[in-house]
């Protein structure tokens, strides 16, 4: 599985920013995907992630403020991003691995072996 991720940039705080997520690769799997985040000095942070049953979990610090959009068709999983505060600056990365390996634990970066490069989110 092959994830591209894009959409970030630079944006004042209050603003608002979407990312976009597209999965290619492996058509024959069903595939949980995911949002995380990593600022620098800390760690990777799941923020957003679709269950094996298809609900959709949330990190409390973007709950209210970020919300998730899956497009099966077109293997996307967009990021709507409102609000934005400063501490929302991070590097953001798309993470995806097959529904029996997932599971409930869309959050936890170390059920997902599948990973983008990154796109960088700046908020001053």
């Known amino acids: 599985v092959q994830l591209v991720e894009s959409g970030g940039g630079s944006v004042q705080a209050g603003g608002s920013l979407r990312l976009s997520c597209v999965a290619s690769?492996?058509?024959?799997?069903?595939?949980?995907l995911a949002w995380f985040r990593q600022a620098p000095g800390k760690e990777r942070e799941g923020i957003a992630g679709?269950?094996?049953?298809?609900?959709?979990s949330y990190a409390d610090s973007v709950k209210g403020r970020f919300t998730v959009s899956r497009d099966h068709a077109k293997a996307t999983l967009d990021l709507e991003m409102n609000t934005l505060k400063p501490e929302d600056t991070a590097m953001y990365y798309c993470?995806?691995?097959?529904?029996?390996?997932?599971?409930?634990?869309?959050?936890?970066?170390?059920?997902?072996?599948?990973w983008g490069q990154g796109t960088q989110v700046t908020v001053s």
């Open positions: 993470a995806a691995d097959a529904v029996t390996r997932v599971l409930y634990d869309s959050l936890r970066a170390a059920v997902y072996r599948y």
């Open positions: 690769g492996d058509t024959h799997t069903r595939y949980c």
């Open positions: 679709v269950d094996s049953d298809g609900s959709i």
